[in-house]
């Protein structure tokens, strides 16, 4: 089987936080910086058109200004009735207050012209009435592009200082059907302005050739323009709309520019900025938004690090801890670090150790308990084969040794040895009935016994023995017991063992040994006998049942006290347990079970 890869879940959690947190901030940022950069493009255009829409506006109603002012030079000029002097007399009077007008010619088809000429503009700009004549002369009037009722606008700068544009009209007098021709040469100072206005934006008019009027780079005022470059702009001519938008690029820089024709003199007006400019605030939010998402991005990590390791912390120490369980060391405890699911299963899991360790002691006990009583059993058959054995030949040796003392004279030196035989064939007997009573083959009834009562007998009987060994027999005993069911001297003789076991361990030392009674919360009695001898160590205690094992000297004790007295509880459906420790004194328990519920 192909062997997975390991990845902890910190990891993984870590992973998937932070993919989450990456592909929102960067849908996002993506959505926040299309939004804009449309936002952007849209009012740019608009703005484009509108300040195109306005300068054109604000040109035509210049030029139409100039264009009125001509008319009115016109009618005097070619008025019938006015005399000659008086003509010049108001003309020259009114070009002086025309303030723009560089210079005024009026004409008839094939007659000699009149001109009136502002001559120190033309002298601060370092020209003579000569130099405008030949200009004009090189650069004739289109007179087939002559239409009445319409002007004819063109650059006509001389020099640097002084921009000019030239302004023509074509007038028809109804009555005589004459054609007369009026034209100005104007400073092209109040475009200039106009086109100056914006810092932002590169304003600039253009007559119907093509060269510049006004820009806000005055040096360029007579070169081409940039509109030959766009032939969508010279189209424009012939559409309807006032204003367009229109993208292009110009020498390597990509541009927006709004254009719209001045329906005047057929000139046109462009605004236009490069997209750079025009999209710097929209790329300074880009990279602030790439910088923002970056820096949240890197909190997110360092936060989804944090919560990830909160978040498995816990669990590693479950897995751990779960590691030691599977040792069979149930001795575990995880602390609960939060108070959500995981703490539940700490807690669970702390639970599930605990009782753990309680079912494995409980089980270790009772199988101790097995082994002990397996141990009896196996001693007990033993020892019935053994006194079945010799039980017989036993009485055989008694009932001789018996009927040869009676048969036999006193001071027959045999007389004493036979004693002896009938002596120590007794405590044979007697070994070999506790062996028997121990081995349950004598089975007695069980009869409803108070359990005080019990207890109040063999104190009676063996109170005075401790008393001569200067141990103190106590009682505490509780009122109102029920009865148990039991043999009362099988009981007996199971508490006499017990007070004498403790008054010899104590060997000839004062001490005391108490006896008590009470009623156990599980329906049964408990009879309790400690005492305050020197206590037995855990080799000691772990044999203390077993038949024959004494730690008396030969003779003293058979080592038969206790594994009766355990038999004989054994057949009282009940327990028998000590607690003992060096230095502390032993404590017996008896437990038995009642004969009867009690009643009221
Ligand atoms: N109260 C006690 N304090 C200390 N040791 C005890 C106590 N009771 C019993 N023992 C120990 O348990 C051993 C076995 O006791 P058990 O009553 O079975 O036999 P025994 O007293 O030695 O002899 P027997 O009872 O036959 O005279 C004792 O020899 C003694 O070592
Ligand atoms: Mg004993």
Not at 187 to 202: E, G, K, P, Q, Y
Not at 406 to 414: A, C, F, G, I, S
Request: proline content about 4%; hydrophobic content about 40%.
């Amino acid at each position: 089987m192909a062997k997975r890869l390991h990845i902890p879940i910190r990891f993984k959690v870590l992973i998937t936080l932070l993919a989450v947190i990456t592909v929102v901030v960067s849908l996002i940022t993506f959505n926040m910086a299309k939004l804009f950069h449309a936002d952007k493009e849209a009012s740019i255009r608009d703005l484009t058109s509108v300040i195109a829409a306005n300068t054109a506006e604000e040109a035509r109603s210049l030029l139409s200004g100039y264009r009125e002012k001509l008319q009115v030079f016109g009618r005097i000029m070619f008025d019938g009735k006015l005399p000659s002097d008086q003509k010049v007399r108001l003309l020259a009077g009114l070009f002086e207050e025309s303030g723009d007008f560089v210079a005024v010619t009026f004409y008839e088809k094939g007659k000699n012209p009149f001109t009136l000429y502002d001559a120190n503009a033309l002298g601060s700009a370092g020209l003579s009435k000569a130099d405008v004549q030949r200009y004009r002369l090189e650069h004739p009037i289109p007179m087939d592009r002559l239409r009445r009722e319409k002007v004819f606008v063109e650059n006509s700068t001389l020099a640097e200082k002084l921009p000019t544009l030239t302004m023509v009209i074509l007038q028809g007098d109804p009555e005589t059907g004459r054609e007369t021709i009026a034209e100005a040469v104007v400073r092209l100072d109040s475009l200039l302005r106009l086109a100056r206005r914006s810092v932002v934006f590169d304003t600039y008019l253009v007559d119907s050739r093509g060269i510049l009027l006004a820009r806000a780079d005055r040096n360029q005022v007579g070169m081409r323009t940039p509109v030959d470059w766009t032939p969508d702009l010279t189209n424009l001519k012939y559409q309807p709309s006032m204003v367009t938008t229109l993208e292009y690029s110009l020498g390597g820089e990509e541009k927006i520019g709004g254009f719209g024709r001045v329906e005047f003199g057929e000139l046109l007006v462009g605004v236009e900025i490069p997209k750079t400019a025009a999209y710097l605030t929209a790329r300074d939010l880009l990279t602030n938004l790439i910088y923002s998402s970056i820096l949240m991005v890197m909190v997110a990590a360092f936060l989804s690090f944090i919560w990830a390791d909160r978040i498995t912390h816990p669990v590693e120490l479950l897995s751990k801890a779960s590691r030691v369980v599977a040792q069979g060391k149930f001795d575990v405890h995880v602390q609960p670090t939060s108070r959500d699911e995981i703490g539940e299963l700490a807690e669970s899991f702390n639970q599930m150790t605990h009782e753990l360790k309680s079912r494995e002691d409980a089980l270790s006990e009772a199988q101790n308990k097995l082994i002990q009583s397996e141990k009896m059993a196996a001693f007990g058959q033993l020892g019935a084969g053994i006194a079945h054995e010799v039980k017989n030949p036993l009485a055989g040796i008694l009932g001789y040794a018996q009927i040869s003392l009676r048969k036999m004279d006193q001071e027959n030196p045999l007389h004493k040895n036979l004693l002896v035989i009938e002596k120590e064939t007794k405590r044979c007997k007697t070994i070999i009935d506790n062996l028997l009573r121990f081995a349950r083959q004598e089975k007695v009834a069980l009869d409803p016994v108070d359990p005080n009562t019990v207890v109040e007998d063999a104190v009676a009987i063996v109170e005075h023995q401790l008393n001569m060994n200067k141990v103190k027999l106590e009682k505490d005993l509780a009122l109102d017991l029920p009865r148990i069911k039991g043999n009362s001297n099988q009981l007996q003789q199971v508490l006499m063992n017990l007070f004498i076991n403790g008054q010899q361990s104590m060997e000839g030392k004062p001490g005391s040994v108490k006896v008590s009674t009470r009623l156990l919360a599980s329906g049964q009695i408990e009879l309790r006998v400690s005492d305050t001898g020197p206590g037995m160590d855990e080799e000691i205690r772990a044999k203390i049942f077993e038949p024959f094992f004494t730690t008396k000297p030969s003779g003293k004790g058979t080592g038969l006290g206790l594994s009766v007295s355990y038999g004989i509880i054994k057949d009282h459906q009940g327990e028998i347990s000590v607690e003992s420790e060096l230095g502390k004194g032993t404590t017996f328990f008896i437990t038995i079970p009642v004969h009867e519920s009690r009643v009221g």
